[in-house]
């Protein structure tokens, strides 16, 4: 339990989700520029490196655990953590979108964007899009909520560790 750790302030919401968004937002323009430097200098291939999709998530989500606890004394918990997880998460599908929306329009590439609703799926299997799509938005809230954690932890160990020294 972290309850013998002092809270010295109280993170709101809206200042965790502020938080939130603006570490997502550098941490995706720093993947992408990081993955076009690397194509362009080194000549690695980014485009079958999956993972990168996941990197500003976790830069967020663990950036905003290690506020919120060294601002708190504890790791968010319960609905809070993930509300936190949740909106952060839709804020940065919301930035992504956007980010697609504007590269379609300045590339003024509508006709691309339209042929991507020719995939259909027929007949019974139209039912599984969105079991897919929700699945994964849970996990990716889930994933959200990880990395809050994986921020707060060794934060609260670092500050249990120093009042168990002190004394």
Known sequence: MDSYVPATNTVSFGAAVFRFSWIYVLAAIAVVVIAFLLEAFLHIDM?????LGVLPLMTAGSGTGKYYATRTGTKPRGGKAWLIALVGL???????????????????????????????LRGEEQWLVPLVLG??????VALTRLFL???????????????????
């Open 90 to 120: 839709v804020i940065s599908l919301a930035f992504n979108l956007a980010v697609v929306l504007g590269f379609v329009a300045l590339t003024d590439s509508w006709q691309e964007l339209g042929s991507l609703g020719s995939f259909r």
């Open 135 to 140: 699945g994964l938005f849970l996990l990716f």
């Open 47 to 51: 485009s079958k490196n999956s993972f």
């Open 149 to 167: 954690w994986m921020g707060a932890n060794p934060v609260v160990k670092k500050m249990r560790k120093d009042a168990t020294n002190a004394f």
